[in-house]
């Protein structure tokens, strides 16, 4: 696509025609060109707009320019109602529709009766809401008492997008509701009298010499100065940006991808992006520096920790899905929570503070539910019965509990004090509108996703893939858990523990079976590995010796590093990248595997999931052990607590498969020597806190 030539912005009014004088919430209209904006238009009504913009598509046509035109309403609804209307997914076959629906004059239309007309076809309680007729509308209500909408509230785009108000809504200051639908109708016409010349941004190549573009002029050029029509303000701002912005910016905002609900001009494109793949790791990301014989655990974790990056897609799903998963970006209240301020018990609500002594209060008439709000004002002096979670209505700030109030002849008697507020909940206490509800990289909790319920951000949540890690055993004394063993032979047992712990993790594993040591074999294993995981992980043969196939194949290739790192149990620790996926060879004795996994390879998956770097817990108790520890390395020693001491167990041998299944977490010891007697206060770390 080539650059364009002219640009027309656009602001809409689905409102009437209220004289010649210019004035704000009217249309008004901007043509830029060659970087430089001419004067705001000002055009009293949409059939004026209508004779302009055809004339000014045929001028530009005439002389051989391109022209995008700008348009701040919504060019789609929220997902699932264009099928709803027109039987097919297509958003262009609902604005055709419109166009056969709307009856649109000067001075009046048929907007609100169609709205109501919608409605009634799913039960007259939505999703259309605001009759701003002075007559009553079948199936439209005046306010959202009552309202049910089957759709979503708000296109995805409007997620990001502060301050929008939703195309449902017909009537008050600033609705866009109106809008949509009077506008539409007038673009789906001048679409047909320039059939074959407009495309429609997002829904259609832009390949023909006239573009339609969705705008929101608030939302990218903000508030104009002080005195100034701010519509035509904008609009002149929007195209003169737009003419002055260099081609591959214009081109990369224009790519979106959003094909039912189309998008807002200016919004990060990356957000429509069903699934975004972030870039592939650097080849070179587990060198080590030179001259470095052992590395210490502390030295490999920031290693790790500062050359890895997020490999794992991003991708949109329904709350329901969102558990466990990680967040990919900062969750932000839509709303407070609380929505308004209510009270938090059962009791009687009045103004102010209340001094020590006995009172009596007179009741006003009616209550106030959780739901069922109360519509008054409750005069100064008097009180209101109201229930936990009820609004509190004008007048209110303060609630005395039922319990301690004595209720006859319409009056409450009880004994003060009480403070302003008290038993009353102040609307956004718990999280205000706005703010960062969760933070990006956080996996998600039962709680969260209640959280992300109460702030209104719950009709979808932008998380990470999950990780996929392929998992392969290497050795020919390798058998299959459950079938028979010959003599030589010992079952694998590092898969399904490797496995187990993925799932545990929040990584989906994936299962490459058991590789005899047969470097041919294991190469075509890893290829198929890169191939399906983003992650590697193999066990066995990783170490220098005669059979160890797996470094020698990864030295071979010149894809490993071999990580020494002073630590216990664990032998050298291989590092490497294959296939464009990072590789974690793992020792082949199952205790260093584990060891190894949740000390080094989980933080550092983690990294790769989205989830940021992962500390796991530790908790400093009296050791019921006493250990002599020589210098040079960190230990890692199977333990568990019981009557608030740690225990360690009987043997530190690393095949020991037991001791890994009688503990309960591990017990760290710092690098240098250490004589630790019973009492004296270690780190336990809890198999729980590295996410088992
Ligand atoms: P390697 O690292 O291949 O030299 O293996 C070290 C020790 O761990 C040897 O005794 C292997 O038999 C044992 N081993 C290797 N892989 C596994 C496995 N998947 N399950 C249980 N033990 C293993
Ligand atoms: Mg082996």
Not at 357 to 371: E, I, Q, S, T, Y
Not at 588 to 601: R, S
């Amino acid at each position: 696509m080539s650059a364009f030539d002219t640009f027309v912005m656009v602001d809409w009014s689905g409102g009437n025609d209220t004289g010649p004088t210019p004035r704000k919430d009217a249309i008004w209209v901007c043509v830029a060109r060659d970087g430089q904006a001419q004067g705001p238009v000002y055009l009293r009504n949409r059939q004026l707009a209508e004779v302009w913009l055809g004339d000014t598509i045929t001028g530009e046509l005439a002389a051989g320019r391109r022209i995008c035109l700008g348009f701040d309403f919504p060019f789609g609804y929220p997902q699932g109602f264009v099928r709803a209307i027109t039987g097919s997914d297509d958003p262009l076959g609902l604005w055709d529709w419109f166009a056969a629906q709307v009856k649109d004059a000067p001075k009046a239309n048929n907007r609100f009766d169609l709205a109501g007309e919608i409605n009634r076809r799913f039960g007259g309680a939505g999703p259309f809401w605001g009759n701003g007729l002075g007559r009553d509308v079948d199936g439209l209500g005046r306010t959202k008492a009552g309202y049910e909408n089957l759709f979503p509230d708000r296109r995805q785009v409007e997620l990001h997008a502060r301050g929008s108000f939703t195309c449902w809504q017909m009537a008050g200051v600033g609705a866009v509701g109106s809008q949509v639908m009077m506008g539409l109708s007038v673009l789906a016409r001048l679409r047909q009298r320039f059939a074959g010349q407009v495309a429609v941004w997002p829904f259609q190549p832009l390949d023909t010499p006239v573009a339609f573009v969705e705008i929101w002029p608030s939302l990218t050029v903000g508030a104009p100065p002080e005195g100034v029509i701010k519509d035509a303000w904008q609009v002149q701002q929007v195209a003169q940006d737009l003419a002055r912005m260099p081609v591959a910016e214009l081109l990369r905002l224009l790519d979106v991808d959003a094909p039912e609900e189309g998008w807002i001009l200016g919004v990060d494109p990356g957000l429509t992006k069903r699934s975004v793949q972030p870039p592939p790791l650097r080849n070179d990301c587990f060198a080590l520096p030179a001259g470095v014989s052992w590395t210490p655990v502390d030295q490999a974790l920031a290693l790790l920790r500062t050359r890895l990056t997020p490999v794992a897609g991003i991708e949109t799903v329904p709350l329901g899905a969102a558990l466990g998963r990680v967040l990919a970006g900062d969750v932000i209240a839509r709303r407070s929570n609380p929505p308004q301020a209510n009270s938090a018990v059962d009791g009687y609500g009045f103004a102010g503070a209340i001094p020590a002594g006995a009172h009596v209060l007179p009741l006003v008439n009616g209550r106030a539910a959780a739901g069922g709000p109360y519509d008054g004002v409750v005069p100064k002096g008097h009180a209101l019965r109201i229930l936990t979670g009820a609004a509190l209505p004008g007048g209110v700030e303060t609630v005395i509990l039922e319990e301690d109030v004595t209720v006859g002849d319409g009056q409450i008697a009880f004994h003060g004090p009480l403070k302003a507020g008290a038993n009353a909940r102040a609307a956004g206490e718990d999280v205000a509108a706005g703010a960062v509800a969760l933070q990006a990289g956080r996996r998600l909790t039962p709680a969260d996703l209640a959280l992300i319920s109460a702030v209104g951000a719950g009709d979808a949540v932008r998380v990470r893939a999950p990780l996929k890690v392929a998992v392969l055993s290497t050795g020919d004394e390798l058998a299959e858990p459950g079938t028979d063993a010959a003599p030589g032979q010992i079952y694998d047992a590092n898969r399904p523990l490797l496995l187990a712990m993925l799932q545990r993790f929040g990584f989906e594993g994936v299962d490459m079976g058991r590789i005899p040591d047969d470097r041919a074999a294991l190469r075509a294993a890893l290829d198929r590995a890169a191939k399906v995981a983003d992650v590697i992980v193999t066990s066995g043969g990783a170490s220098a010796g005669d059979e160890d196939h797996v470094s020698a194949l990864l030295q071979e290739s010149g894809a490993l590093q071999e990580w020494r790192i002073a630590v216990k149990p664990g032998r050298p620790l291989a590092l490497a990248m294959w296939g464009g996926k990072p590789v974690f060879g793992l020792p082949g004795n199952p205790v260093a595997a584990m060891v190894c996994t949740l000390v080094f390879a989980r933080p550092a998956m983690g990294v790769l999931a989205g989830e940021g770097w992962i500390m796991p817990q530790g908790f400093d108790l009296p050791a019921d052990f006493e250990k002599t520890k020589k210098p040079g390395r960190r230990e890692y020693l199977r333990a568990r607590v019981r009557d608030g001491r740690v225990q360690v167990f009987a043997s530190e041998g690393s095949g020991r498969i037991s001791g890994l299944s009688w503990a309960e977490g591990l017990v760290e010891l710092g690098d240098g020597a250490q004589q630790v007697r019973r009492g004296d206060l270690v780190r336990f770390i809890p198999y729980a806190a590295f996410g088992l």
